[in-house]
């Protein structure tokens, strides 16, 4: 077993990172990233790896409880030094402290300016008012708002301290994740969790931008956190059981979806844990529970939003969708071949990185290092998923398997990807955020299980991640009539 992450992983992928940079510059010398793109890739890629390697091994001597305390401490200072200067670089580049080409974050703010103005005069019926207000909108829409209508009558309207809750929330996902996987593995994978997402590059960026993910990433490792300490106690317990259904229903205000796969994936792991993870006593109980929470999903607008998905075509939705990228102005002609039946095999491990002048594109080349991280990591998630799911002593039966221990973070997992996989957004970084702390945290557990044998497969896995990210420059360039 590995009680850290070894240096010829972290330092073999910091060297395939410029190899591919250099390769795509002189490939495509006339569409090299600029030195400002550059150096937020380098930032990215040079600290996860080479922290990773440190901080897992430097921190190894800790105590559980001051591992925890610098674990929250150094992601809180972190997010926190990024907020401060994401939120002056885009003053400077962009005129407003707003990400480039903000488009879903004029909506969020003036809805919140709105919200707080109705608390103000003790108007507190917000949903009615945002749907008069912004002539319709959709349930899945209304969470964020609602919040930030709170945050902003708390302190006037503050952009920066609505980021500086954002790097709290996005710490207190770090550590809760270290929890989780505490409590599902070994006390090496859950440091090594804790610290991957501590210093994922996607995790930390969203702290500076006004959208809802890092909102309801937290909420959403919450709900997984509480369900699994639920389902692991020996009695039923009122307030974790409370946080796990209210937090639930909230998520349901910020993507529909992803209440949804919470919840069935919540029922999933009541109904087929091993009976020696949760007693059949707090079984029913707990089950009868979900029930009521997946009755009351298909009740009003929550069912009404989930039917309208289910009933879609959605292979000609998708189709159309893409179609539509193919199409508009600075639109990829490739983009009409994208289908569930491409993205599939890779979802585990796109998007990959924009390494090359696009434009329009400037969010997606800033943080382009972090997806370069994630097609790394992505190696080590598929491995530790295979450990669990597929036993390596081959005569043990599948059904007996390890994965029955861990199946609602499982679940969680793979159903959200499933419906990337049939969604307009299978190739979308922004929507594969809420994965991504559970992506690390399977991640920490392949890595930590990895054997030096197995090396060969490693190396294997660069030189894939070498060629796909070369044909995506290509597909981005020459998709677009650039070449």
Not at 326 to 342: D, H, I, L, P
Request: net charge positive; glycine share 8%.
């Amino acid at each position: 077993m590995n009680y850290f992450i070894p240096k010829y992983i972290t330092n073999n992928a910091i060297v395939l990172y410029f190899l591919i940079l250099a390769t795509v510059s002189l490939l495509f010398m006339n569409y090299a990233l600029r030195w400002m793109w550059i150096a937020f890739g380098v930032v990215e890629v040079f600290s996860f790896f080479y922290f990773s390697n440190l901080l897992t091994k430097s921190w190894g001597r800790y105590s559980n409880h001051l591992f925890a305390r610098s674990l929250f401490g150094w992601a809180l200072a972190i997010r926190v030094l990024y907020v401060i200067f994401s939120y002056f670089f885009y003053l400077e580049q962009t005129g407003a402290p707003f990400e480039f080409d903000a488009a879903d974050v004029g909506f969020y703010h003036e809805m919140g300016k709105y919200g707080a103005s109705l608390l103000e005069n003790g108007e507190f019926d917000l949903i009615p008012k945002f749907n008069k207000y912004s002539g319709g909108m959709a349930f899945s829409d209304t969470g964020y708002p609602i919040y930030l209508s709170v945050v902003y009558y708390l302190t006037g309207n503050s952009i920066f301290i609505t980021r500086v809750l954002k790097a709290v929330w996005s710490a207190w996902t770090v550590l809760l994740i270290y929890k989780l996987a505490r409590r599902n593995f070994s006390e090496p994978t859950a440091r090594m969790a804790g610290i991957l997402c501590m210093l994922m590059p996607n995790l930390i960026y969203y702290c500076g931008l006004h959208l809802k993910e890092t909102e309801m990433v937290f909420l959403m490792t919450l709900f997984i956190e509480r369900a699994d300490y639920v389902m692991r106690q020996g009695r039923f317990v009122l307030a974790p059981t409370l946080t796990v259904v209210l937090t639930g229903l909230y998520l349901f205000m910020f993507r529909t979806v992803l209440g949804a796969v919470l919840f069935i994936a919540f029922f999933m792991a009541l109904t087929l844990s091993s009976t020696r993870l949760v007693s059949w006593g707090r079984r029913t109980i707990l089950v009868v529970l979900s029930l009521a929470m997946l009755g009351l999903m298909f009740s009003n607008r929550i069912g009404e939003e989930i039917l309208s998905i289910s009933e879609t075509n959605v292979q000609q939705q998708q189709q159309g969708n893409y179609e539509w990228r193919a199409n508009r102005e600075n639109g990829n002609a490739f983009a009409k071949y994208g289908s569930m039946v491409v993205f599939a095999p890779m979802i585990f491990t796109i998007p990959f990185p924009t390494m090359v002048e696009t434009s329009g594109q400037e969010n997606q080349k800033m943080i382009h290092g972090g997806n370069f991280c994630k097609n790394i990591t992505s190696f080590f998630t598929i491995i530790g998923l295979v450990m669990l799911i597929w036993p390596y002593n081959w005569r043990k039966r599948l059904l007996d398997g390890e994965w029955r221990k861990h199946l609602l973070p499982i679940a969680v997992l793979g159903g959200y990807l499933i419906v990337l996989v049939f969604s307009n957004f299978a190739h979308s970084e922004r929507f594969h955020l809420p994965t991504l702390p559970l992506a690390m945290m399977f991640a920490a557990y392949g890595i930590s299980n990895f054997q030096p044998k197995w090396k060969r497969w490693y190396w294997v896995w660069l030189a894939i991640i070498f060629v796909a990210n070369i044909g995506w420059a290509y597909i981005k360039l020459a998709g677009r009539g650039m070449l």
